[in-house]
């Protein structure tokens, strides 16, 4: 079973500045398969990125993906205060679903 | 735009069975896509639970397999989840969500908070 870890578990950072989260899998994961959420307090997530790097309906170009063998990424180019939220990655393998723990974006 | 909705019971006693449904809306359950549970205990994270095509093909968590059972039922545009043997760790906040077949899931429930408690 392929395990996602995302880091930092938290990340304190003001509106305006970039935001680099990450997610490294423990075997090599096809970009195809790799996409990013966003969830806020009492909300459901919301899809942000599929394919590693295709933003989804609706999503500002400032969230940008990119992927590096087992390393993917996810941008936030310049933080809005709408953006401070919980983040987290998901794969596809073997016909189910694995998502990493989450990173917290909160205000600094 | 496909809209969810979970339904079902709040509170589901120790041993017993949880049985909710997700109702589509907004495109028709028959399409090529895949409809999935997940679910997330309070203050936690995610974890996926098993998802079914309208032909009856269904994939599960390894984890959660032998409880759980995924139903779909397209004259009423809704799917389904059972989960047995219900304990507190399965207290958490249930939701239905759908694949396009982008292997991402797309659309989501609001969900549903299920205790399990007596």
């Known amino acids: 079973e392929i395990l996602l870890t995302q880091s930092p578990g938290t990340l304190s950072l003001s509106p305006g500045e970039r935001a680099t989260l990450s997610c490294r899998a423990t075997q090599s994961v096809s970009s195809t398969y790799l996409a990013w959420y966003q969830q806020k307090p009492g909300q459901a997530p919301r899809l942000l990125i599929y394919g590693a790097s295709n933003r989804a309906t609706g999503i500002p170009d400032r969230f940008s993906g990119s992927a590096s063998g087992t390393d993917f990424s996810l941008t936030i180019s310049r933080l809005e205060v709408e953006d401070f939220a919980v983040y987290f990655c998901?794969?596809?393998?073997?016909?189910?679903?694995?998502f990493g723990q989450g990173t917290k974006l909160e205000i600094k | 735009q496909v809209q969810l909705q979970e339904s079902g019971p709040g509170l589901v006693e120790p041993s017993g069975t949880l049985s909710l449904i997700c109702s589509v809306s907004?495109?028709?359950?028959?399409?090529?896509?895949?409809w999935s549970w997940v679910r997330q205990p309070p203050g936690k994270g995610l974890e996926w639970i098993g998802e079914?095509?309208?032909?009856?093909?269904?994939n599960y968590s390894p984890s959660l397999k032998s409880r759980a059972t995924i139903s779909v039922d397209k004259s009423r545009n809704q799917f389904s989840l059972k989960l047995t043997s219900m304990t507190a760790a399965d207290t958490a906040i249930y939701y239905c969500?759908?694949?396009?077949?982008?292997?991402?899931?797309?659309?989501w429930g609001q969900g549903a908070l299920v205790t399990v408690s007596s």
């Open positions: 969500a759908d694949s396009i077949g982008r292997y991402s899931l797309d659309y």
């Open positions: 079914i095509h309208h032909s009856d093909r269904t």
């Open positions: 907004g495109a028709s359950i028959s399409v090529d896509n895949w």
């Open positions: 998901q794969q596809y393998g073997t016909s189910f679903y694995t």
